[in-house]
């Protein structure tokens, strides 16, 4: 935690990031909010205890649960890419508890049609032949027991993103130092992490559920963000009737880290203008939510 203000916590992406992305960038929102990082069970620093098993329902009771130990009546949550997914199904379920819901990137978890993703437009022939070269390299290495399973996955990481795979996420080019890290602390969590929460995400629907939602939301998309194609951000859009959403036309699918001065300038004006949320609208809601579970 840092900061003083109205609370915020950030929700990482995958699934199966870390909070350790975030830093150093959401230190410059500690003189207007509480940032809040953690990570979610099965990833980084967290327990890799799945319980009865990992599903995106218990994520949100995590959540909860960690609101309630930190004796937080309301706060505001910011979910990146799968994270924003992880954000709205909080908002369902726990909405009395949601002061904002700020989505960056975010999936969207609705059956439409979306043009194909673009994030392999700028990756050349000879990039992707280089990348296939040291995966099968450093995999022959980990089946040998000369690296263990945390350790291949960094080495691809690294090895990829060294040999052009930053593009499909990064506006700018990172630095080898910032690709060491990216490999070493931001992608790690239990075996299978990813494939079994990826699959409960494919179950999650959200279409229409953000109707008459009184809850403040603002979108935060990027113009070079090509996880998704352009037609992306309008469609999130169309589903939060009432949100604002804001393009960065010079970011890819972190526009904190790629423009920060804009974003947390947006992200202040916010925080500091959140409006009161009657308990009557947020039954009338919970009404809405209900009438869909019953059609």
């Not at 230190?27 to 799945?50: E, H, P, T, V």
């Not at 490999?183 to 075996?191: Q, S, T």
């Not at 090509?226 to 859009?237: A, G, S, V």
């Amino acid at each position: 935690e840092e900061g003083k203000g109205v609370p915020v916590v950030l929700l990482h992406g995958g699934p199966g990031a870390t909070h350790h992305y975030f830093h150093p960038h959401f230190a410059q929102a500690k003189d207007f909010a509480q940032i809040i990082y953690y990570d979610q069970r099965g990833c980084g620093l967290s327990g890799y205890k799945k319980g009865s098993g990992y599903t995106i329902a218990q994520a949100v009771d995590d959540l909860e649960n960690l609101r309630h130990a930190l004796k937080i009546e309301k706060w505001v949550l910011l979910g990146h890419s799968y994270g924003g997914i992880l954000g709205q199904c909080y908002a369902l379920k726990y909405p009395e508890r949601v002061a904002g819901l700020i989505l960056v990137c975010s999936g969207l978890a609705m059956p439409i049609e979306l043009n194909p993703t673009r994030q392999y437009d700028y990756i050349s022939e000879a990039e992707r032949e280089a990348m296939e070269k040291h995966r099968l390299a450093i995999h022959r290495l980990g089946q040998e027991k000369i690296f263990s399973r945390e350790r291949v996955t960094e080495l691809i990481l690294f090895n990829n993103f060294i040999n052009g795979d930053w593009k499909r996420q990064y506006y700018y080019r990172p630095s080898k130092e910032r690709i060491a890290q990216i490999a070493l602390y931001e992608w790690k969590h239990d075996a299978d992490f990813n494939e079994i929460m990826s699959q409960d995400e494919e179950r999650i629907i959200l279409k229409g559920a953000f109707e008459s939602c009184p809850i403040p939301r603002l979108i935060i998309e990027a113009k070079w963000d090509l996880t998704w194609n352009t037609d992306k951000p309008e469609k999130l859009h169309r589903n939060h009737l009432g949100s604002k959403l804001m393009i960065f036309e010079h970011s890819g699918h972190s526009p904190f880290e790629d423009e920060p001065e804009k974003f947390f300038n947006v992200m202040r004006e916010f925080v500091r203008t959140l409006p009161k949320i009657s308990d009557s609208d947020i039954n009338s809601w919970k009404e809405y939510l209900l009438s869909l579970i019953h059609i």
